[in-house]
T-cell receptor
Framework: GENVEQHPSTLSVQEGDSAVIKCTYS??????FPWYKQELGKRPQLIID?????GEKKDQRIAVTLNKTAKHFSLHITETQPEDSAVYFC???????????FGQGTTLQVKP | GAVVSQHPSRVICKSGTSVKIECRSL??????MFWYRQFPKQSLMLMAT?????????EQGVEKDKFLINHASLTLSTLTVTSAHPEDSSFYIC?????????????FGQGTRLTVV
């Protein structure tokens, strides 16, 4: 089955700096790659997603890139703010099933 | 976006008892829902796929007789943790895939914090 690896497990940046989180997946049939932000005790919140028919997607300070050949995708957050501090998860899914396999998570700390 | 409601949000039960968690899609029909478990400071682990009108599909290592899933209608899936033990204490979250189209997304319930004492 699908396996998703996420790095780093923790990331600390200064406010205003950029943050990059990387994920690799094993199943070449996967075609949907969402990124979630989760605050303690809350449900995951979708922040951006990408499908395999595109290589990059951007939404204001957040962007995601996908390299299908290498089977990896990355989350880029620019001009980080303290409120960006949270746990971020990548996930992968195939077909149009909604069955998500999650990465291990990255705890992002943005220092004021 | 679509709304998925999960209840209860918190439950404390005694060892050996059973607990039922409900997951409802409020404004769309979900033929498939998913159940995840999340231990503290860990990721969401897929437990099972809940299929309306048929048996659930469990991931490897998940005991189907312990985690009973019933998807009785297009808007409701339930997870029953039977004979709960302290090691079952966790955060349980359901999700439903949005209705129709190829550009939909997963919608998550609020999660249920289960504590077995």
């Amino acid at each position: 089955g699908e396996n998703v690896e996420q790095h780093p497990s923790t990331l600390s940046v200064q406010e205003g700096d950029s943050a990059v989180i990387k994920c690799t997946y094993s199943d070449s049939a996967s075609n949907y790659f969402p990124w979630y932000k989760q605050e303690l005790g809350k449900r995951p919140q979708l922040i951006i997603d990408i499908r395999s028919n595109v290589g990059e997607k951007k939404d204001q300070r957040i962007a995601v890139t996908l390299n299908k050949t290498a089977k990896h995708f990355s989350l880029h957050i620019t001009e980080t703010q303290p409120e960006d501090s949270a746990v971020y998860f990548c996930a992968a899914s195939k077909g149009n099933t909604g069955k998500l396999i999650f990465g291990q998570g990255t705890t992002l700390q943005v220092k004021p | 976006g679509a709304v998925v409601s999960q209840h209860p949000s918190r439950v404390i039960c005694k060892s050996g008892t059973s607990v039922k968690i409900e997951c409802r899609s409020l404004d769309f029909q979900a033929t498939t829902m998913f159940w995840y478990r999340q231990f503290p400071k860990q990721s969401l682990m897929l437990m099972a796929t809940s299929n309306e009108g048929s048996k659930a599909t469990y991931e490897q290592g998940v005991e189907k007789d312990k985690f009973l899933i019933n998807h009785a209608s297009l808007t409701l899936s339930t997870l029953t943790v039977t004979s709960a033990h302290p090691e079952d204490s966790s955060f349980y979250i359901c999700s439903a895939w949005g209705a129709g189209g190829l550009n939909t997304e997963a919608f998550f319930g609020q999660g249920t914090r289960l504590t077995v004492v």
